[in-house]
């Protein structure tokens, strides 16, 4: 026993400093624990306000099934706006002018071709002759790009200037 007083009273200083920095640094833990016990909590209240007591597997469950109609209802919606989609490509989007000088007699570029086209690249061409006398008028189904009926160079020039109207669109 005496062996022990006398390795004590030589190591008393080592012993109670180990002591003390080992307190030390428990009073520190202890601080960091109850700040991140805090910021916890908060975080808890915050989650669980406006619940009136209900318990949280009940919540998640409540909210899969918001969620599940939610579903239900964006898939409606999505095939509708597919079907509006396709009646929106075949709406007329696209038309095109070229005017020119019909006859060499009249004056100014009276003479005309309009093509009035969908996305699809169906459509009307309608064509204006002007002459000092009379005007005709005359008007070509277009279907995926062109006729069945002959086209003059005017009316292809609308024709095409409306199908590149589609690819600057699109790009």
Known sequence: ???INIILK???NPIIMTLCLLLFVSFIW???LSVQ???LNKRYKKFMRGTS???IEGMILEELENLKANDVKFNAINSRIGVMQDQLDRCLQ???IVRYNAFNDTGSDLSYSIAFMDNLDNGIAITGIYG???FIGYAKPVENGSSSYPLSVEEQMAISRC???RASNKG
């Open 30 to 32: 202890n601080i960091a």
């Open 53 to 55: 007591g209900k318990n």
């Open 37 to 39: 016990f805090t910021m």
């Open 163 to 165: 199908q590149k109207t």
């Open 132 to 134: 000092r006398n009379e």
């Open 1 to 3: 026993m005496e062996n």
């Open 10 to 12: 030589d190591y008393l």
């Open 94 to 96: 696209k038309h095109s």
